[in-house]
């Protein structure tokens, strides 16, 4: 059974840079899609980035530039970097993995799902 649990959540100041980090059971990163999403009260599940098998990345135009997807197969763990956040981030962040088509960074096409981890950005 595939697990996920994402973990460096947060609350920060406008401007200030956090470090999520998602660890997986099982070599589930591996050769696999992966990716962030969020999700505000209120507001659909969107994604914030993503790598395909073929270790593409992929991002919203909101957060290209900010943030960085990265993971670490040796270690099973996906990681994003986010740099210059601002209020609108606010959200509850979700690590994915397993991508069975659609758009990429729609929420629908993911099988595999984190408990997510609170990101706060005060202005």
């Known amino acids: 059974q595939v697990q996920l649990v994402e973990s460096g959540g947060g609350s920060v100041q406008a401007g200030g840079s956090l470090r999520l980090s998602c660890a997986a059971s099982?070599?589930?990163?591996?050769?696999?899609?992966v990716g962030w999403f969020r999700q505000s009260p209120g507001k659909e599940r969107e994604g914030v980035a993503a790598?395909?098998?073929?270790?593409?990345?992929y991002y919203a135009r909101s957060v290209e530039g900010r943030f960085t997807i990265s993971k670490d197969n040796g270690k099973n763990t996906l990681d994003l970097q986010m740099n210059s956040l601002q209020p609108e981030d606010t959200a509850m962040y979700y690590c994915?993995?397993?991508?069975?088509?659609?758009?990429?960074?729609?929420?629908?096409?993911?099988?595999?799902w984190g408990q997510g981890t609170q990101v706060t950005v005060s202005s």
């Open positions: 099982g070599h589930i990163f591996s050769n696999n899609y």
């Open positions: 994915a993995a397993g991508f069975l088509g659609g758009r990429l960074l729609e929420h629908r096409g993911w099988i595999y």
């Open positions: 790598i395909d098998s073929d270790d593409g990345a």
